[in-house]
């Protein structure tokens, strides 16, 4: 099992910046790749971006490729998103998920989910 906790969610302006971190606790968290997801309101939770194992690679979505970094420290069990230049269209509730293979970009391939940090922008 793994418990995974998002944070650093909150309100922002177009063209700003946050962010987000996922603390894990339970089983090894370097057993897993992780990876962002985030959910509109009236909309399926769609992909964001993982990264691997060690860290050394990642995967994003053409929508906030370029905009968004996600890096890990697998001393503090911690995965972040730092978010960039936001649209309105980035907000939505985002999550982060702990599963086995990388890159998955479907929800399905996670096993464990965080309870989801809301991310406002507006224009």
């Known amino acids: 099992q793994v418990q995974l906790v998002e944070s650093g969610g909150g309100l922002v302006q177009a063209g700003g910046s946050l962010r987000l971190s996922c603390a894990a606790s339970?089983?090894?968290?370097?057993?897993?790749?992780m990876g962002w997801f985030r959910q509109a309101p009236g909309k399926e939770r769609e992909f964001v971006g993982t990264?691997?194992?060690?860290?050394?690679?990642?995967y994003y979505s053409d929508s906030v490729k370029g905009r968004f970094t996600i890096s890990r420290d697998n001393a503090k069990n911690t995965v972040y998103l730092q978010m960039n230049s936001l649209k309105p269209e980035d907000t939505a509730v985002y999550y982060c998920?702990?599963?086995?293979?990388?890159?998955?970009?479907?929800?399905?391939?996670?096993?464990?989910w965080g309870q989801g940090t809301q991310v406002t922008v507006s224009s």
């Open positions: 339970g089983r090894t968290f370097t057993f897993y790749a």
């Open positions: 990264i691997n194992r060690n860290g050394d690679n990642t």
């Open positions: 998920g702990a599963g086995d293979k990388f890159p998955a970009t479907s929800r399905l391939l996670y096993n464990y």
